[in-house]
């Protein structure tokens, strides 16, 4: 009797532990297809960023050459700028000096 009640009990124990083993696995199986979820939607928003970071990088280069087309172009006027400007003083200057000999005579 007391064999067959510690039968019972190892089969109550083993029964048990089995139960808690197929949970286990149960649970291991479900977090499993959570992480590899979770690693689809970062590799989702790793390529995102990278498209994204790849975008910007043109358009800083696009308006890196702007910028320097706009420079260029600001040298340009000043320089035109500069040479009307002193285009227009020597034409007051001759003028200046038609006048005074105009007022000679």
Not at 21 to 33: N, T, V, Y
Not at 83 to 98: L, R
Request: no cysteine.
């Amino acid at each position: 009797e007391k064999l067959a009640d510690a039968q019972k009990e190892h089969d109550r124990i083993t029964s048990e532990l089995e139960a808690e083993l197929d949970a286990s696995r149960r649970e291991m199986e479900q977090l499993s297809k959570q992480l590899e979820a979770q690693r689809m939607e970062f590799g989702m928003y790793q390529n995102a960023t990278k498209t994204k970071l790849s975008e910007l990088q043109q358009h800083k280069k696009i308006l890196k050459k702007e910028v320097i087309e706009m420079r260029k172009k600001i040298d340009e006027s000043e320089s035109e700028s500069t040479s009307v400007a002193h285009e227009y003083g020597k034409v007051k200057s001759k003028y200046q000096t038609q006048k005074e000999k105009n007022v000679m005579l």
